[in-house]
């Protein structure tokens, strides 16, 4: 059995990667999925940013509860 996930702890887990390389995948609805490779760049209370490295200028914004229902899921570079 997995281990149950919190919001509290998938903040903390961000939290814990900030400024590391990451690859993202996500539900852009109507069966369409966005995989993109980016860099952890800031994390707010309910919010965290991801700078795309496909367009430095470009970033993209997600709440911890799209990682918690799977809407995101974020891979770390190792």
């Known amino acids: ?29 109507r069966r369409r999925i966005f995989i993109d490779k980016g860099t952890i760049e800031k994390t707010y209370r309910s919010i ?12 993209v914004t997600y709440s911890y509860s799209d990682v918690l229902t799977n809407t995101v899921q974020i891979v770390y570079a190792s």
Do not use: C, P, W, Y
């Open 1 to 29: 059995m997995g281990s149950v996930k919190t919001l509290a702890s998938i903040k903390r887990d961000i939290e814990n990667h900030l400024g590391h390389k990451v690859t993202l995948k996500a539900n852009g609805g």
């Open 48 to 59: 965290f940013l991801i700078r795309l490295e496909t367009d430095t200028q470009r970033i």
